[in-house]
Nanobody, 124 residues
C-alpha cells in the first residue's frame, strides 16, 4: 500500500520560509512522479509543483515562481517543497500525491495516492 505523509507545516510570518516534507512508505519515490498541491479556504485544490520520476520539475502555479522549489532525497525516500518569501495568499493545506509514469501533471485526477495534508498559515 502506498502511503505518503506530509510534515513541516505551521504558522510563519510573511516573508518567512518553510520546508515541507513528503515521506513515502511502501514504495520507492524515485519510481514515481510526485506532485505538491494546495487548497486554500473556499478555493479548489490547485497544483503547485511536480517532480517527475526522471527528476525534472514543473511549476503549475505562476504565483510561486521564483519562491518555491521541489526536490527529492532518494536516500530518505522523501520529496521536499521549499517555500521562501511566503505571502498570506500562500495559506492553504498542502498535499503531496504520487502517480505512476514519467510525466508531471497539475491535474489532481492524475494522481492516485495522496497524503493527509499539512496546514501552512502565513500571517503576522
Amino acid at each position: 500500500q502506498l502511503q505518503l505523509v506530509e510534515s513541516g507545516g505551521g504558522l510563519v510570518q510573511p516573508g518567512g520560509s518553510l520546508r515541507l516534507s513528503c515521506a513515502a512508505s511502501g514504495f520507492t519515490l524515485d519510481y514515481y512522479t510526485i506532485g505538491w498541491f494546495r487548497q486554500a479556504p473556499g478555493k479548489e485544490r490547485e497544483g503547485v509543483l511536480c517532480i517527475s520520476s526522471g527528476g525534472s520539475s514543473t511549476n503549475y502555479a505562476d504565483s510561486v515562481k521564483g519562491r518555491f522549489t521541489i526536490s527529492r532525497d532518494s536516500a530518505k525516500n522523501t520529496v521536499y517543497l521549499q517555500m521562501n518569501s511566503l505571502k498570506p495568499e500562500d495559506t492553504a493545506i498542502y498535499y503531496c500525491a504520487a502517480r505512476g509514469g514519467y510525466y508531471c501533471s497539475g491535474y489532481e485526477g492524475a494522481f492516485g495516492s495522496w497524503g493527509q495534508g499539512t496546514q501552512v498559515t502565513v500571517s503576522s
